[in-house]
């Protein structure tokens, strides 16, 4: 019987020995006497467990502290019986409470998720603010007309446009948050990819959805879709990948539901403000659970593997996706002037 708490490793059959004098604080403990036999020494705490066994069964017995720790003293009749209880107990509960499986991510740390938020931060000191009406906000904010009809790349460069500084401020701060948990997950250059292709879906299911809705051309810009696009991948991923559970059982309907739920407590409490495409916001979190399961079905039957070539080739796909949108955005003069 293995003894979790002070790793002695000796069973109750084995752990009874003779009784030590003089502790401390006051306890004293009990001399040798004919007919008594000590089970320990254990901790405290195991050995309050012990008694209540003992006295499950009505067997007579006293906790008594020595200096190699607390002990069990039953009578020598009571011993044998005692001693297969508690053993007994022991097996039944060795690896009880169950450890919890904790997720093992599959990639390092990396400060690529904020860098690239910060660049947001950045290109917002070149468009400026909604306010100034510049090229930029003019030819690159979603439009649902015009995203469902000849510019569909609106839906992708309206992720790079911010109404002020407050605006991208927050976006910067949240997305890097969020984006530098999925890439623990997915890598640098997946995450980056996952997040831009849930933010692009989810403004185009947007205007879907307004299109469907009003005859009102919908306009909106900011990384939001995106930030919401990386809470729904990191919960689909949650639910794919964390397969594992302990001691093999198989998760509850409540487990399997928590990740969802919890993203959606999330766009309640951070997408909700008055001033805020909601709608945006709802699609880009529907948007990253689509592709977090997409990108789960893959992983999921992969080992975990850096491959730093192939988290490159996903990161330029990235910025080659932004830099294209943006080239069909813009007039060709300002794009190539030569």
């Not at 659970?289 to 997409?294: D, K």
Request: charged fraction near 15%; hydrophobic fraction near 50%; avoid cysteine.
């Amino acid at each position: 019987m293995n003894d979790n708490d002070d790793h002695s490793g000796a069973s109750a059959a084995q752990a009874h020995g003779q009784f030590l004098p003089s502790p401390p604080d006051g306890l004293a403990p009990v001399d040798p006497l004919p007919g008594l036999t000590a089970i320990g020494p254990v901790t405290e705490r195991k050995a309050r467990d012990w008694s209540l066994v003992l006295q499950s069964m009505s067997l007579w017995h006293m906790m008594r502290w020595t200096f190699r720790g607390w002990v069990l003293v039953v009578r020598d009749e009571d011993y044998d019986l005692a001693s297969s209880s508690i053993d007994r107990y022991e097996a039944e509960n060795r690896d009880w409470p169950p450890q919890k499986v904790r997720e093992r991510p599959r990639h390092a740390p990396s400060i690529i998720a904020p860098l690239l938020f910060v660049a947001l931060a950045l290109f917002f000191l070149v468009t400026g603010p909604v306010a100034q009406n510049s090229l930029w906000f003019q030819r690159g904010r979603a439009e649902s007309d015009l995203i469902l009809g000849a510019e569909p790349w609106r839906a992708l460069t309206a992720l790079t446009l911010h109404a002020d500084s407050s605006h991208v401020i927050g976006n910067v701060i949240s997305g890097s948050i969020f984006a530098s948990a999925v890439q623990r997950r997915l890598g640098p250059g997946g995450a980056a990819l996952a997040i831009l292709a849930a933010g692009t879906l989810g403004n185009v299911a947007n205007a879907v959805a307004y299109h469907a809705l009003s005859s009102d051309v919908h306009r909106s810009i900011g990384a939001s879709t995106a930030v919401f696009g990386a809470i729904g991948l990191l919960a689909a991923t949650q639910l794919a990948l964390d397969r594992h559970h302990a001691a093999g059982q198989k998760r509850t309907l409540q487990e399997i539901a928590a990740p969802i739920v919890g993203g959606l407590a999330l766009l309640g409490a951070l997408g909700a403000n008055p001033q805020s495409d909601l709608g945006a916001h709802f699609f880009g979190f529907v948007a990253g659970v689509v592709v977090g399961l997409g990108a789960a079905l893959v992983l999921r039957n992969t080992r975990p593997s850096p491959r730093p070539w192939l988290q490159v080739a996903l990161l330029g796909t990235t910025a080659a996706l932004v830099l294209g949108a943006w080239r069909l955005a813009l007039p060709y003069r300002l794009v190539w002037p030569f």
